[in-house]
């Protein structure tokens, strides 16, 4: 189990993510239908690992647990991508299993979290899979992927 370095953030900010609701983000749901208004997805790197969250309102944020990241896409592109993982998470939350704990992932692995207005769901997969493209999730992962570069080219990292 990581722990916290003194003064990062990390761990609180990753619980906020997952304890983000519809009213947090001024959105308003339709009722009756599960709707994906956030996806949390934690990707193990070896010697830490980095989160990324994105919203239905196009808010988006990369969080390293060794420190830093990217807090807050401003800008339209990050904001297009955000809602385009949203809207892929969407697609295949059927496939997730329902989650009461939220764990970071196991080492060599990818855990994606989705916020429904129902409850919360997860899947992990080996990051083998992506690689070789033989996961069920590698169209999720890719939009994730489309967010992170999004959020680094606004940082100015790219």
């Not at 980095?50 to 830093?68: D, Y």
């Not at 329902?98 to 196991?106: K, M």
């Amino acid at each position: 189990m990581e722990t916290a370095l003194p003064g990062n953030p990390y761990h609180e900010l990753r619980q906020l993510a997952l304890e983000t609701t519809p009213s947090h983000l001024d959105l308003e749901l339709p009722a009756g239908e599960e709707i994906v208004y956030g996806m949390v997805m934690d990707w193990d790197l070896g010697k830490g690992v980095a989160t990324l969250t994105s919203f239905l309102n196009g808010e988006a944020n990369l969080l390293v647990s060794s420190g830093g990241g990217v807090v807050g896409g401003e800008q339209s592109a990050v904001r297009e991508e955000a809602i385009a993982c949203v809207k892929a998470a969407q697609t295949c939350v059927s496939r997730a299993q329902p989650a009461d704990w939220f764990p970071l992932p196991d080492h060599g692995c990818v855990r994606f979290y989705f916020l429904t207005n129902r409850c919360i769901y997860a899947v992990e997969e080996p990051i083998s899979k992506f690689e070789d493209f033989t996961s069920a999730w590698v169209e999720l992962f890719d939009a994730a992927n489309r967010v992170i570069s999004q959020l680094r080219l606004q940082s100015g990292d790219e």
